[in-house]
């Protein structure tokens, strides 16, 4: 019986015990050292788990360096569960610590004033600065989002709808927690200079710093009331996460998706999303009809879980981070973080000191400037020639594509002339799904035979396809052959695939079994590549395949009889067969617009 995909399997219980063990850890470091906003728990989770895989602390644990799957070894499951599942479960809950007891009519149309103008244009001023260093998006959404709302938390929460990597992740939480110390350095001397009293600099602190204990550290430098006024500012702030989520996802849900499968707005709002907003509604509620210490309780027991999940996904994050992946972007995405954290600075700081003047008209004058400067700039570096420029960088460089990137790619290159197969090996070695492009396969109802489903991502006007396939666990294939040319990649779970030559009329002889690697490329002839591929082991598999045009005559399939299982045969063995049409969805020369996800289908939604 197949279980309910929130709940872990067999093969996802070490993934999901060595994150714990590790998110455990780091919250039992954070508690013993002395209170800092120097030291955040997320950071050590982070760094644990990084030098848990970097170190020879992996060798004893079975622990692989990642490749850009994440494959294969043990843990593999269990850290893509802890990456999904713990993860919504940790955003849903979050919506009990979102605070509004602090709030006032004036502070709010303030703090609201001036979000409404920082918010968005630090987000467009990342992208710009990420433009210029050739840096993937989906890493700059998670700095911009990080620098905009809540530091960790909000880039957490915005990796799933961002297509981004776990490395990315990982990274991104490093750079923002970083500007959230020079916040602590920098903060209270300008406001000094510039004469701001306690409550406005803690205003601007809440307003301009990421993380939470950081701006309420710098706030509590100010003196006076400067503590309280920024916890106020940063809750608004942290507020605004389910609209920054929303907003995230309708922006983001385009490519990378299966072909003709059409979004509406309610489809593509993840679910979590939903259980964020509905507990951060009964937080307002209860702070206001449920005072007392039951409902004191269970929101000190929320705090408790909700920092086990968190540091045990930044664990997992952790366990993603391998040197060099940091090495290669590293100084980049600071750079990009640093200039929206100046951005947001500076942004907050010429608004709230013209309040703090007297100055409203001014405020709202500087306010719209900035956001017509950063929109004009934000559409000039984020056209479509330029990212596709940008992605042509990337994978002449050899640099790993998410599956939007590479069907942009093999668009373009389509619209140019015709493809020559260097180019799509090419394309496949450097094809690896980021986080949450994946799913539609996962939950696809599209069958490709007994055990398996597949998805078509992209399709072109020449006949070529990119089609994923998600297979059961001991699932297998008939002895067929394609009626296309293949090239394919296994990228989850493991593979065994049996190949087979014709030796007579109605004869064939079991030339090999290989256990395909990842990132080994397997290729097949039409009509005449005559294999079996089986699913091992416990845990679904999945493959991306690019498909050649239709010859234009039907796959082959053979039956024959066994008196055991076809993993009793050895090499050399020798069967009688029956020769059929290969009647399975896609393989009867129809092409991969079978693969196409209907409309009603859709229901599924995104997810992480």
Known sequence: MRLPPWLPSRPALPGVALAAALGAASLGVARALPPSPYVSDILIALLLGAVVLNTPLRKPLGLALPGPDREPDRYAIGLRYTGTWVLRLGIILMGLKVQTSFFGTTEIALILGVAAASIPSAFMVAHVIGALANLRRPLVDLLAGGTMICGASAVNAIAPLTKAHRGEQGLAIGVVFLFSIVALVVFHPIASAIGLSPSFAGLWSGLAVNDLSSAVAVGAQMGGSGGVMAAASKSARILMLAPTLVAFSLMRQRGGGPVGMRSSIVSSLPGFILGYIALAVLRAVGDRMLVGPSWASLLSANKVAVDFLMLTVSAGIGLHLGVRSLLSSGVRAVLVGGGASVWMASLTLAMVTAIARGSGGVAAAIGMAALAASWMAYRVATRDEVELRSVRSRFDRGSP????????????????????????????????????????????????????????????????????????????????????????KAIEGVLEELRFREVGEGEVELASRTVLGHEELV???????????????????IDLQLRGPEIGRPGRRLSTVLAGPITDLAVGARLRVTEHVDDRPGQGGEGASVGRVPDEARAAGPGV
């Open 523 to 541: 290729e097949t002839e039409p009509l005449t590549t005559l294999h079996v591929v089986r699913a091992v082991g416990l845990s679904p598999t």
């Open 401 to 488: 594509l998410s599956l939007a990137e590479s069907t942009q790619l093999l668009d373009a290159r389509e619209h140019e002339g015709a493809f020559d197969e260097p180019f799509l090996r090419k394309v496949l070695v450097q094809l690896h799904p980021s986080i949450g492009e994946l799913i539609p396969v996962r939950k696809s109802p599209l069958p490709h035979g007994e055990g398996c489903r597949w998805v078509t991502y992209w399709e072109g006007k020449s006949g070529w396809a990119l089609v994923a396939l998600c297979r059961e666990p001991g699932s297998e294939t008939p002895i067929h052959a394609h009626p296309h040319r293949l090239l394919g």
